[in-house]
C-alpha cells in the first residue's frame, strides 16, 4: 500500500523495433530468432570505414508512429552520435537522434482512474539502431556477442511526467501497443522484446509542485512486471524520504523473482554521450507533401473503432475497450461477427475464455492458433443447440491445441448435444429413480431440489445432454 500522503511521478521511455524487412543503416534482414551472427554485414558489425545508409522505410515508420500519437513532424531533422561503450555495441556509439527528432509535442488519450479522459504528452519520438545481445555462456562461463539485432530499427517514444499512477501507466501503455499494431509499424512482440519501456519513477508530497528525485528502471518488456515494479519502486522511495533520506538518482535494473530493484549505475546526464551529428549521414528533410500523404493513408485507429463497436454492436465501453486494444482481437472479433452476425456472443468468447487462455499460456492474441471462422463456427453450433455452451468451452480449449473445424472436433470427440427426446427422458428417469430424496424436497417446496437433479442428469450425459429439455422434462415428471 502507498502512503497517502504522498504522489508518483512516472514518465516512460518506450522503444519499438520497427518490422521493417531490413535494417536502419544497411540491408541485412531484421527477421527475429536466426543462427547467431548470420544477419550480419560491414555496416552492422562496425567494421571501420564501412558507411551507414539510412532506410527511408524507417522514416517513413516513424512519421506514421508520430502523426498516430498527435506529435509535430519536423521537416528538418538529423541523426547524431550517442557516445557509450558496451560490449554488444562494438562501435562504441549508437546512431540516434539529439535535438532534432522526427517527432514532438503529441499526446495519447487514456481514461484516468476516476474514467474521465486525461492527455498523456509525448516529449518527442526519435529513431536509432539497437544493440546486439550478449549470450551468457553456462559452460564457458563467458559471453558470446550476437549481432543479429545490431541495427534492427527502434523508435524510441518519450512521454512527459504526465502518469499518476501504475493503472494509468498500463493503460497508457496497452494503448500505445495498440496504435503501433494499428499502423503496422512494429510487431509490439514484447517476449521477443520489440516492446520495452524504460520506467522512470520519483514521488513527492501531495500539494508539492517541485518534482523529486527520479530513478530509472531499464528494459521491462512485461505489464505485470511494470506495475509491481513501480509499486515497489515507490514505496521504496518513500520510505528513504520518511527516515529524512534523499533519493539517489540511478539507474536500475529489476528482478522479477525477487521483486525488486537493483542499482546498475549512477544515472547519466546527455553531457556524457558527448552527442554531436552523425558525419556520415546526411539530413532529413521532409516535404510537406511527404507527411501529408503518411497522415492521409493511416487506417481506423484504437480510440474510432471503440467508438464504433459501442455504437454499431452495442458493446458497453469496457468491452468495446478491451477488444480494439488490439488489432489482432479486434480483427477477429469483425471478421467471425460477419460470419455468424452473432457480436454478444463473438465479443463473450474473445473477451472470456479466449482471453482468459492466453493470459494462462502467456500468449499474445496475435499467437491465437485458430481461425475467426472456427470461433464462428463455434457459436453458429451452439446457437443452433448442436452443443451446449459447456462443451463450447472445451472445445475453445481444443481449439488452441488442436486448431480445425469445431464441428470436426465435436464429432471426433463425441460431444455432440443430446437433443433426443427418448435419450433425455431415459436420462431425466434414470436420475430421478436414483434420488427419490430429491423429489421429496422438491414437493416439499425446495426449488433447489430441481437444479440438483439438471446437475447429475448433466454429468450422467457429460454436459451432453440439452439443459433446456432436461429442465422442462424434470419439470413434468415432478408435477406428476
Ligand atoms: P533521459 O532519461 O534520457 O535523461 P529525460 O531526462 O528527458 O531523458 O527523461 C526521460 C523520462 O523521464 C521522460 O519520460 C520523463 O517524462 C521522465 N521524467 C523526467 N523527470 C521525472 C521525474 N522527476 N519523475 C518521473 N519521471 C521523470
Ligand atoms: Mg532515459
Ligand atoms: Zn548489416
Known sequence: MLNENYELIIGLEVHAELSTKTKIFCSCPTEFGAEPNTHVCPVCMAMPGALPVLNEKVVEYAVKAGLATN???????????KNYFYPDTPRAYQISQFDKPLCEHGYIEIDDDKGNPKKIGITRIHIEDDAGKLNHNEFSGGSLVDLNRAGVPLIEIVSEPDLRTSEEVDKYLKKLKAILEYIEVSDCKMQEGSFRADVNVSVRKKG??????????KNMSSFRAITREIEYEANRQIEILENGGKVEQETLRWDDISGKTFSMRNKEDAEDYRYFPEPDLVAIKLSKEYIENIKNNLPEMPESRKSRYMEEFKLSEKDARLLTNSKY????FESAEK?????KAVANWLLSDISRILNEKEMEPSEIPFEAEHLAKLIELIDKGTISSAIGKKVVEELFINPKNPEDIIKEKGWIQISDEGAIKEVVMKILENNPQSIADYKAGKDRALGFLVGQAMKETKGKANPQMLNKMFLEELKK
Open 329 to 332: 482481437l479486434s480483427n477477429m
Open 339 to 343: 460470419i455468424c452476425g452473432n457480436s
Open 208 to 217: 508539492e509542485s517541485k518534482f523529486g528525485t527520479r530513478t530509472e528502471t
Open 71 to 81: 506529435c509535430q513532424i519536423s521537416q528538418n531533422s538529423k541523426n547524431d552520435r
